[in-house]
């Protein structure tokens, strides 16, 4: 099947720019998303990306896909304690069933 | 306000019970999923629905079983729960497979 690898863990300090990165197997994606999580709840799309775009900028969010290295990234500026979750990033293959195959989450910590 | 409820937060059953996990939306979604989320192993497919009575195993199917009699309700069954089964499990749903998945805010279960 296809993979999706995050890092497990991310801190940073509060106002201070935050990284995910992604890496995906499958070169016939169509979308690309990323997804939180905050504690003792379920999973809450924030943004997702068109296989053919580069980059996509929604407020403090901007995602940038790099298709060639199926590399996909989330940077959120001036990051903030609420902020801290588990991002998950995740793709979407263009099978018949158009299957979502999500990454292992990268638990961010906000130190204030 | 789209929304999706699980029937429980947190279970506790013994090992060899039959255990449901009942899961219900009310967005009129097509398609319905079951995901079980491991520390370190991110969210994992268990089995999706695309229409009332049907069913499709995802990656981690052995040891479940699902029902789908009504559009807006998805069930998890465990015919005979072992502890490896302890786990968060996730239901969300979509009104197309690629399009953002809602998820429920999960039940945690614990096999003793």
């Known amino acids: 099947g296809e993979d999706v690898e995050q890092s497990l863990f991310l801190s940073v300090r509060e106002g201070d720019s935050s990284v995910i990165n992604c890496t995906y197997t499958?070169?016939?994606?169509?979308?690309l998303y990323w997804y939180k999580q905050e504690p003792g709840a379920g999973l809450q799309l924030l943004t997702y990306?068109?296989?053919?775009?580069d980059m996509k900028q929604d407020q403090r969010l901007t995602v940038l896909l790099n298709k060639k290295d199926k590399h996909l990234s989330l940077r959120i500026a001036d990051t903030q304690t609420g902020d801290s979750a588990i991002y998950f990033c995740a793709e979407c293959d263009s099978g018949g069933y158009q299957k979502v195959t999500f990454g292992t989450g990268t638990k961010l910590q906000v130190i204030p | 306000d789209v929304k999706v409820t699980q029937s429980s937060r947190y279970l506790v059953k013994r090992t060899g019970e039959k255990v449901f996990l009942e899961c219900v939306q009310d967005?009129?979604?097509?398609?319905m999923f079951w995901y079980r989320q491991d520390p370190g192993l991110g969210l994992r497919l268990i089995y999706f629905s695309y229409d009332v009575k049907m069913k499709e195993k995802g990656d981690i199917p052995e040891g479940y079983s699902v029902s789908r009699e009504k559009k807006e309700r998805f069930s998890l069954i465990l015919e005979s729960a072992s502890t490896n089964q302890t786990s968060m499990y996730l239901c969300a749903s979509s009104a197309r497979v690629a399009e953002t998945q809602y998820f429920g805010p999960g039940t945690r279960l614990l096999v003793l």
């Open positions: 967005m009129d979604h097509e398609n």
């Open positions: 499958d070169s016939s994606s169509t979308y």
């Open positions: 990306i068109f296989s053919n775009m």
